[in-house]
């Protein structure tokens, strides 16, 4: 089955510090991947996408993600947190050549920023 | 601006009253889709749509309706919403093989 995991729930860092949030995915074939960011009160906002190509992707805000095919991985990146990056993130997976309408979220992890 | 649109922000209603969240998008976005949000749960997908007059299920579709009667629109429908639908809701659109773009969100509380 099609499924999504991010094995951290919530993550405290300090400002400044660098940041790793973990994201593996099970999909029968290569899938589209996203990041999303939801800041509290907020709807959910694209931080970066992978389809093809470099594995490594830049997305907004200063994040980057890996997609690494042999460990079934995208985890997200950014080398040094401000405090407005406390929100929820969620990692997302989509079919190719078809119904991005069906992406499957995992369930969240939200980050904490100590000053 | 290119957005998706929801109403209402929030709703307080009791149960077995029927309502209906509209969600309207200014995209001409082909897929359009509705999820749920509950803590711990992350997002749960209700229901999608590929294009007018097609939708299907998603993983937890049981006490909602949808329709698609025009590309902008999809509405989500509580024929007799229940305690536990209530729940934080989400419109999404996109064009095929790309992200989505989210509405703000709705807030029911079913009582």
């Known amino acids: 089955a099609q499924s999504v995991t991010q094995p951290d729930i919530h993550i405290t860092v300090s400002e400044g510090a660098s940041l790793e949030l973990r994201c593996n995915y099970s999909?029968?074939?290569?899938?589209?991947l996203f990041w999303y960011v939801q800041s509290p009160g907020q709807g959910l906002q694209l931080l970066l996408k992978?389809?093809?190509?470099?594995?490594l992707v830049q997305g907004i805000k200063g994040f980057e993600a890996e997609f690494k095919r042999s460990q079934s991985s995208f985890n997200l990146r950014k080398p040094s947190v401000h405090w407005s990056d406390a929100a929820e993130y969620f990692c997302?997976?989509?079919?190719?050549?078809?119904?991005?309408?069906?992406?499957?979220f995992g369930k969240g992890t939200k980050l904490s920023v100590k000053p | 601006e290119a957005q998706v649109t929801q109403n209402p922000r929030y709703l307080i209603t009791v149960t077995g009253k029927k309502l209906t969240v509209t969600c309207s998008q200014n995209?001409?976005?082909?897929?359009m889709s509705w999820y749920r949000q509950d803590p711990g749960l992350g997002l749960r997908q209700i229901y999608y749509s590929m294009n007018v007059e097609v939708t299907d299920k998603g993983d937890v579709p049981e006490g909602y309706k949808v329709s698609r009667k025009e590309k902008r629109n999809f509405p989500l429908i509580l024929e007799s919403p229940s305690p536990n639908q209530t729940s934080l809701y989400f419109c999404a659109s996109s064009l095929r093989d790309s992200p989505l773009h989210f509405g703000n969100g709705t807030r029911l509380t079913v009582t």
């Open positions: 997302a997976v989509g079919a190719r050549g078809g119904s991005q309408g069906n992406l499957i």
């Open positions: 999909y029968g074939a290569t899938p589209y």
């Open positions: 995209m001409n976005h082909e897929y």
């Open positions: 992978y389809f093809s190509g470099d594995t």
